[in-house]
């Protein structure tokens, strides 16, 4: 069985990957790009939103941190936002070329895609082992 520690930590990391991925491109994402020498797209707006998306399911897993049973539903959606990026990432390395960069984070979203799997049964069960005070009797 999961511990509901271990579940608060995963959530933790993944809020503090996706939303400091979010913060980084928006606010260097020229630079970025530049730097890795990656083909910008024509329209930076494409880029903010995305990274405007990451800051919001940053925030969204810290909620899951902080209230995991309460917050259960939430979890598919991280599923599914992890599952969506890897399977973009997954097509086009297949059918052509994309940035090394997007591979790397194709890798981590597959890594949390998994965990967040392991921990949903907890999750849809609500049992989720939380420490509670030994009974005096």
């Known amino acids: 069985m999961k511990s509901l520690s271990s579940i608060r930590v995963l959530y933790v990391i993944a809020a503090a990957y ?3 991925l979010g913060l980084a ?17 024509n329209h930076w707006g494409y880029v903010h939103f995305s990274a405007g998306v990451l800051v919001i399911f940053g925030w969204m897993f ?14 598919t959606y991280g599923i599914l936002l992890k599952a969506c990026y ?8 297949v059918n052509g070329d994309i940035p090394a960069l997007w591979k790397v984070f194709a890798a981590a979203d597959t890594l949390f895609a998994l965990l967040f799997i392991w921990s ?6 609500g049992t989720c082992e939380t420490k509670t005070p030994a009974t005096v009797g």
């Open 120 to 125: 949903l049964p907890a999750f849809r069960l």
């Open 86 to 93: 890897v399977a973009t990432v997954g097509w086009y390395w």
């Open 18 to 20: 996706d939303g400091l």
């Open 62 to 75: 810290l909620e899951i941190a902080r209230k995991p049973l309460e917050s259960r539903n939430l979890v």
């Open 25 to 41: 491109f928006l606010a260097a994402g020229p630079q970025i790009f530049a730097r890795l020498q990656i083909t910008p797209p």
